[in-house]
């Protein structure tokens, strides 16, 4: 391994501790894929990470600012393939070796941008938020996934992103609590923290399952060495969001719903033995 392997290689593998720090679940999901989506995903989530972090944790920061040097100096380090923010340098890597389209990029960044300046959204705004913020995630995982055939890629588009559309809306449910009284945000339009209920609450649990239904065709047609991974964190996704539908609107108000890790691991060993064997 030459000295720009090494600089390479050693990028990628800080976007897996970024991962193994900051998502049990996607760590676990990942570990399932074939060895060669690894490091490429560890690089699409180490990026959304830290793109995330700047306009949900540092609040005593210009958000705005931090947002804009990391905007430019992403689509820097795209052109110029290379950059000295390790993150960033991982990430460009995969970019440019699995032509993700730049179009998914400025989407993703824009959404953080979105998040900036939160007011309620209207139909229009959530749905460009979770495109922006999730669906593109999936679709970036997905060019991986298909490499360099792009009519695959295309087929399986709309199912990726309604992959990416049912686990940002489960987590807006999980994190109701906390993006309201933290970050003074309520994403599902029309919805009033102060007067969620189970009517308001079942609305939003249909369109959630829709949105699972419809992306598990997509999940089944995957390559084989993708399809374990991204069906272990749907599973995880459709257990955690069983038990939210489970739990009354006051719980969800109150406080955060998570799923034990030990449930996440009996998951992943179930989901393993059943795709293996044919009955998942």
Known sequence: MDAKELFDQTTLECSRLITQRYSTSFTLGIKTLDKKFHLPIYAIYGFVRYADEIVDTFHDQDKASLLERFKADTYEAIDKKISLNPVLHAFQLIVNQYKIDLDLIEAFLHSMEMDLDFKKYNDSKYKEYIYGSAEVVGLMCLKVFCGEDTAYY??????????????????????????????????????????????VKTEIEKDIQQDFDEALVGIEALPDGAKLGVKVAYLYYQKLFDKIKGLSPEVITQRRIRIPNSQKLSLLVGTYFGTKLGIS
């Open 154 to 199: 295309d087929r399986l588009k709309d199912p990726a992103c309604k992959l990416g559309a049912a686990f940002q809306k489960v987590n807006f449910l999980r994190d109701l609590k906390s993006d309201y009284e933290e970050r003074g945000r309520v994403y599902f339009p029309g919805v009033d923290f102060q007067l969620f209920d189970q009517l």
